[in-house]
């Protein structure tokens, strides 16, 4: 069985946790360690980039990246909600802020969805021009063949 390292907390960090309510203080531990899978993620990334291939990214990195969006989304969420209850708001009062951010973010992801859709649409006709090329190409060289 491995050990895996354990982030240790500034003081500062821990002395903040200790001293808030207890409802808080679970919630802010839980953000912290929501932070803390987000920051793991990142450096998968980077050390990904760093050490993958500098082509197309590969199925393994693009997982890493996706647990990092994951990752972050969590925490930011967390982070919402850490502090409607610093400010003693209510859920419903938290939501009625929160749907604009979602709906923010939802238009911000169509929109890259989109423009990655039409980055692979122009790929693939790329791939498909360069096979037609290459069957066009490897018929006539079987057309000179064959006329010999």
Known sequence: MSKTKTPRLSAEIRDEII???PHLRKARVVL??????AERAAKQC???LIWG???DLDEPLSGAFLDLGKHLAEAANLAFFVQALEQDET?????HRLV??????AQATDTERAAQAAERAAWQERENAK?????S???????QFASV
């Open 131 to 135: 096979q037609e090329a290459l069957a």
């Open 19 to 21: 001293s808030t309510e």
């Open 137 to 143: 190409a490897h018929a006539e060289i079987e057309a």
């Open 53 to 55: 291939d500098s082509g």
């Open 32 to 37: 912290l360690g929501a932070r803390l899978d």
């Open 100 to 105: 604009p951010l979602y709906a923010e973010l």
């Open 91 to 95: 859920v419903q009062e938290a939501m």
């Open 46 to 48: 980077v050390n990904g």
